[in-house]
């Protein structure tokens, strides 16, 4: 342990030091931490008090998950802290399903973010991504129920998208798209899973760590 990591920890509060454990066990159960959350009190966005916390400690995090293999990333103009393994191992494995949902979302995030000025979230409906899908000619018909609730809850525990109103499985269902999609696939990633959209095989890898309280995804091993 290095002389600054048991300096910085000795000078916090308590009640710090037990907010940044739970911080830490966020972003490796999750992933990403965002600087704005959504109030279900208040049906709007507001700022995240644990990624200001995590943020004024960047460097004691760092230093603290580098020993045990993780890299922490902070990206600033979209709000977003997150973490990825330095072996390439970690990575979760998405089903066919959840992967071109995912990819389905991230092009309509990136189609409606040119329009927007300010926000770094956008909204959409479970329709509009099935409809998506049905453009791809990925599915002949709509995807089941079970499958679809299935693929929004794996995205939603990641911290990329977060349900506002209504079930994943009805047409209306309301989420907002979170700006760590962004991050969660990049170009090369995209042009694969493309490329890939015909091969019914589970196997495309995104870099989400993996919850050892729910036993799915599937951690891919390397």
């Known amino acids: 342990m290095n002389e600054f990591w048991v300096e910085t920890y000795e000078k916090m509060d308590s009640a710090d030091r ?8 966020m972003l490796l159960g999750h992933t990403f931490l965002l600087s704005d959350v959504y109030d279900e009190e208040e049906k709007t966005m507001k700022g995240n008090s644990d990624y200001r916390l995590v943020e004024r400690y960047l460097d004691w995090v760092r230093s603290y998950l580098e020993m045990a293999g993780w890299t922490v990333l902070q990206n600033r103009n979209l ?8 072996y390439g191992s970690d990575r979760v494995r998405l089903n066919q399903i959840t992967t071109v949902f995912l990819l389905a979302i991230r092009l309509l995030y990136d189609e409606e973010r040119e329009k927007l000025a300010i926000r770094k979230e956008i909204t959409l409906t479970t329709e509009d991504v099935v409809g998506r899908l049905q453009s791809f000619g990925t599915f002949q018909k709509k995807p089941s129920d079970t499958d679809m609730t299935e ?9 990329l998208i977060h349900r506002i109103e209504g079930d994943w499985k009805e047409a209306e269902c309301r989420f907002l798209v979170l700006p760590s999609i962004a991050l969660a696939l990049d170009g090369e990633v995209i042009k694969r899973i493309f490329d890939s959209l015909s091969t019914p095989e589970d196997g495309e890898t995104a870099p989400l760590t993996e919850d050892a309280e729910d036993g799915e995804p599937e951690e891919e091993n390397s």
């Not at 709000?79 to 330095?86: L, M, P, T």
Request: hydrophobic fraction near 35%.
């Open 18 to 25: 037990t907010r940044l454990t739970r911080c830490i066990h």
């Open 79 to 86: 709000g977003v802290i997150y973490i990825e393994s330095q």
């Open 151 to 159: 693929a929004f809850r794996v995205l939603s525990r990641y911290n």
